[in-house]
């Protein structure tokens, strides 16, 4: 009377181990990204989660606001910034995992305005003025004191000479996303971002290219978090891959390390 129940029993365990092997493959990694970083990012984790069976589930914001928030107990496995000073600030807050950090991509900052803006084509070089170019318009960058982005830009028309005469008119976004957004829309007449937000914007155009030598080199280091899962390491391996430098490179960006296979 009772085998009934017994084989009931067994048929449990036997598809409880049946299906164990699945649930250990429903894994996860939290990734705080750079926003400059999504559209090349995102292709990257679908090609590692098609690969692996790892689900990423990336937060893109400005690399200031992404390390603070670690720091404040978010929980992220992997830190992608977009300069190295936000990078060196969460190595001094003991939230990253020091020995895991890379240097991986690199980037290049631009003007830009409107796509159907009538600005010509800029020599950006010494003398540049800016600030007449702008007239009464705004200038879009990210927050000059802790967006990447906006940074780069200062120290660029600082050694240029044209900071000064420009920074009243200079529109403040929290991302380089954001300031990228302000342009495309017709919000700010001028803007500057990285070449990379350019490319994946229809609604801008690129009308010069900030020298390499004008500001300090752009540089994204990435590197788990101190509080990262173990599958950490399987992420950072394909950052540096063949593959993902394919991606990278397709998206504009410069791939700064010997790609593994």
């Known amino acids: 009377m009772h085998r009934p129940a017994a084989i009931f029993v067994a048929c449990a365990v036997l598809c409880g181990a049946v299906h164990a092997p699945a649930l250990a493959q429903n894994k996860s990694l939290t990734v705080f990204a750079a926003a400059s970083m999504k559209n090349a990012l995102d292709e990257v984790d679908a090609a590692y989660a098609a690969k692996t069976g790892v689900r990423i589930v990336a937060s893109y914001a400005a690399s200031s606001t992404l390390a603070k928030q670690i720091e404040q107990g978010a929980p ?7 300069d190295t000073d936000w990078m060196e600030y969460a190595v001094a807050k003991k939230t990253i995992n020091e020995p895991t950090r890379i240097n991986l991509l690199g980037n290049r900052i631009v003007l830009i305005a409107p796509k159907e803006s009538k600005t010509g084509n800029i020599a950006i070089g010494p003398g540049f003025d800016l600030s007449r170019l702008a ?3 705004r200038i879009a960058t990210g927050d000059v004191k802790a967006v990447p982005a906006g940074k780069y830009a200062k120290a ?18 929290e991302s380089v996303r954001a300031a990228l957004t302000l342009v495309a829309r017709g919000e700010a ?14 609604g801008v155009r690129i009308v010069g290219t900030f020298p390499a030598e004008s500001h300090p080199a752009i540089i994204y280091p990435v590197a788990a978090t101190a509080a990262a899962k173990p599958e950490a390491d399987s992420y950072l391996a394909f950052l540096r891959s063949a593959a993902a430098k394919t991606i990278f490179e397709k998206h504009g960006f410069t791939f700064l390390v010997t790609p593994t296979t």
């Open 156 to 173: 660029a028309l600082q050694r240029l000479g044209a900071w000064q005469a420009a920074e009243p008119k200079f529109a403040m976004a």
């Open 189 to 202: 007449p001028l803007g500057i971002v990285y070449s990379t937000d350019a490319r994946v914007e229809p």
């Open 135 to 137: 007239g009464d318009g």
């Open 76 to 82: 992220a496995d992997i830190f992608v910034s977009a």
